[in-house]
């Protein structure tokens, strides 16, 4: 009797245990030089390690052309932070699941000088506008603006980071930035041309090899970030005051605004119910040559 339940304590105690350390990727979109990247994710994988016990390796790119090759190819990844249309994409074709998003959403404006920005939007044709390069979501919302492709600004993807656009503008190096709300409100003194749709906030979602238990541990993480004092300046350049539940419901269809980037090919079952008859819808240009 003694030996039995010896055994049963033991397999008690083996099932009760948690599951080795294990080291995942965290991708996240290529807003910063990889080793500026580093110093800004750094205090957050920390935070993720010391909650859950596993290891956090931070994945980024050069530029968005090396990122989306690399999200189209489906390299390795196990959680990525990023904006709605490669949210939904992830969904999509990868089996990616949103566990989190930032709570506010994600808004991008056409920001200019007063002096500029009272002529309009069209006041900024054959004019400098800089952005982060196509398919960030700010670069491909100026396809919203601008849908001809013959009546456009001079669209420089030359910024190293979103701030680096506004800091442009007061160089007098471009007319006018196309940012992020999270950025744009940190510039009174500049003046939105024009406003973007709003899209649901940045997530961040896990692939399907990730085990159960190891995703809510790490939702419920980032659920909790707000409450640690020492971390309020990760969220700070992440844009966000703090983390919300969120599912792939609110993502679906963010997927569209890649349509015209070069690489992008509809869903077959999309492709298939699409209409045979009806044009194009002009994009505005927005189309890359990736670095395949």
Not at 25 to 30: D, T
Not at 89 to 100: C, E, I
Not at 148 to 174: C, K, L, Y
Request: some cysteine; proline content about 6%; aromatic content about 10%.
């Amino acid at each position: 009797m003694t030996l039995k339940k010896g055994l049963a304590a033991l397999l008690c105690s083996l099932i009760a245990t948690p599951a080795l350390a294990a080291e995942y990727i965290l991708a996240v979109e290529p807003n910063y030089p990889p080793a500026q990247a580093e110093q800004v994710y750094k205090p957050l994988l920390d935070y993720l390690a010391q909650s859950t016990g596993h290891t956090f390796k931070l994945k980024t790119a050069t530029n968005y052309h090396v990122y989306w090759r690399d999200l189209r190819s489906g390299a390795r990844t196990d959680f990525a932070f990023e904006e709605a249309h490669f949210t939904d994409y992830r969904v999509n074709r990868h089996g990616f699941t949103p566990l989190v998003r930032v709570s506010e959403g994600t808004r991008y404006s056409l920001m200019a000088d007063p002096s500029i920005a009272e002529q309009g939007i069209t006041g900024l044709i054959g004019y400098r506008v800089v952005s982060m390069p196509a398919p960030s979501m700010g670069y491909l919302l100026l396809g919203d603006i601008y849908k001809n492709p013959i009546a456009q600004p001079e669209i420089m993807s030359v910024a190293a980071n979103w701030r680096d656009g506004v800091e442009m503008v007061f160089s007098q190096e471009t007319e006018a930035a196309m940012v992020p709300n999270y950025i744009a409100q940190l510039y009174p003194n500049l003046v939105s041309v024009s406003d973007s749709r709003e899209f649901t906030g940045r997530a961040l979602s896990a692939g399907g090899t990730v085990p159960a238990d190891v995703r809510q541990a790490v939702s419920e993480a980032m659920l909790k970030l707000h409450e640690d004092d020492s971390l309020y300046e990760v969220l700070v350049e992440l844009g966000a005051s703090q983390f919300v539940e969120t599912n792939a419901a609110e993502y679906a269809g963010s997927e569209s605004l890649l349509r015209g980037v070069f690489g992008y090919r509809p869903m077959p079952k999309a492709a298939a119910e699409a209409e045979p008859d009806v044009e194009p819808e002009i994009t505005g240009g927005i189309q890359v040559q990736a670095d395949d």
